[in-house]
């Protein structure tokens, strides 16, 4: 609790005389707490008069119901704690028989690591020789366009594939490799079919 007027209680205790407790004092003390002398033989002893036991006695006898609600209170209370123990092995044996659902177990394998995959640009070079001839035998414009067209792609896809020998196998160069080969499968379609 937070004092209201603190500063005047300050001022007042402050403006109290102060003393010094009387010499000697502290030797007396001391020598009263000498442990050789038991306390209780310096205490006086003070026998209560035969009316305060008497009424004691009497307010006893009066109430027994007291002394019953006191053992009724213990049996509630243990019966109390018979109850929860009882309570909890049932849920413990409730909760036992629970299915406990699937069982998780981990495994690992170490698999090896996989064989490096080298393209081969070159596999189907042999029929795209042979639509070239086939084209330059026809000799007809539309067919020599998609021809002329074919031969661009074909020393593009050589210039690119001089730079992944060159620089090494970079993932942009690769791609633009892969796109001029489906550029290049598109206009042997459209040979095809002219043909």
């Given amino acids: 609790m937070k004092e209201k007027h603190y500063d005047r209680l300050r001022e007042a205790l402050d403006r109290l005389p102060t003393y010094d407790a009387p010499s000697g004092s502290w030797q007396r003390i001391s020598r009263s707490l000498d442990p050789s002398v038991k306390l209780g033989d310096r205490l006086p ?3 209560p008069p035969a009316d305060v036991w ?21 049996r509630t209370r243990i019966a109390a704690a ?17 299915d406990p659902g699937p069982r998780i177990t981990y495994a690992y394998a170490q698999e090896p690591a996989p064989q490096e995959v080298r393209a081969d640009w070159d596999d189907d070079e042999a029929s795209f020789d042979r639509v070239r001839q086939q084209v330059a035998q026809r000799n007809e414009p539309r067919l020599n366009n998609l021809g002329h067209e074919l031969n661009e792609l074909t020393s593009a896809r050589e210039e690119v594939k001089a730079m992944l020998v060159a620089y090494g196998d970079d993932p942009a160069v690769v791609q633009q490799l892969a796109e001029i080969e489906r550029e290049r499968d598109d206009v042997y379609r459209r040979i095809i079919v002219e043909l």
């Avoid at 008497?54 to 213990?74: E, I, K, M, T, Y």
């Avoid at 109850?83 to 909890?88: E, G, K």
Wanted: aromatic content about 2%; cysteine-free; proline content about 2%.
């Fill in 82 to 98: 018979a109850a929860v123990i009882l309570l909890v092995v049932a849920l413990g044996i409730g909760l036992s028989d629970r």
């Fill in 45 to 47: 002893t003070y026998a």
């Fill in 54 to 74: 008497n009424a004691v006695s009497r307010d006893l006898a009066a109430s027994p119901r007291q002394a019953g609600s006191v053992l009724r209170l213990h």
